[in-house]
C-alpha cells in the first residue's frame, strides 16, 4: 500500500559525502518507524539506522558518528546524510516503514511492513 521510492545514489570517492531520500506515499507520521538498510555485493542486506514518529534514532555500528537519519514530514521525507564514506559502505541502499508500534530498535528486515526498490551508493577508494 505504501509506496517508498529512493534516490541521491551514485558514485563517489572515499571520504566524500552522499544524501540519499526516501520519499513516501503516505505520511510518515502515519508510520511508526523508518529505516535504512544497505546490501552490499556478496553480503546479507544489513541494518543502517532507523527514525520513529518520536524523532528517536538508532544506528548500526557501523555507520554510528558517519552517518544521520532524518524526516521532513511536511514532504513526506526521510533522508540518510552519509558522510566520510568508505568502500565498504559500497552497496544497494533501501528505504523501509514500520507501520505498527513496538518498543524495539527495529533492526530486522521483518520488522517493517513496505520496502523501496533500492538505489546504488558506491564509493571508489
Known amino acids: 500500500q505504501v509506496q517508498l521510492v529512493e534516490s541521491g545514489g551514485g558514485l563517489v570517492q572515499a571520504g566524500e559525502s552522499l544524501k540519499l531520500s526516501c520519499a513516501a506515499s503516505?505520511?510518515?507520521?502515519?508510520?511508526?518507524?523508518m529505516g535504512w538498510f544497505r546490501q552490499a555485493p556478496g553480503k546479507q542486506r544489513e541494518w543502517v539506522a532507523t527514525?520513529?514518529?518520536?524523532?528517536?534514532?538508532n544506528y548500526a555500528d557501523s555507520v554510528k558518528g558517519r552517518f544521520t537519519i532524518s524526516r521532513d514530514g511536511a514532504k513526506n521525507l526521510v533522508y540518510l546524510h552519509m558522510n566520510s564514506l568508505k568502500p565498504e559502505d559500497t552497496a544497494v541502499y533501501y528505504c523501509?516503514?514500520?507501520?505498527?508500534?513496538?518498543?524495539?530498535?527495529?533492526?530486522?528486515?521483518?520488522?517493517?511492513?513496505?520496502w523501496g526498490q533500492g538505489t546504488q551508493v558506491t564509493v571508489s577508494s
Open positions: 523501509a516503514a514500520r507501520r505498527s508500534y513496538s518498543s524495539s530498535w527495529f533492526p530486522n528486515m521483518n520488522d517493517y511492513d513496505y
Open positions: 503516505d505520511s510518515i507520521f502515519s508510520l511508526h518507524a
Open positions: 527514525i520513529t514518529t518520536g524523532i528517536s534514532t
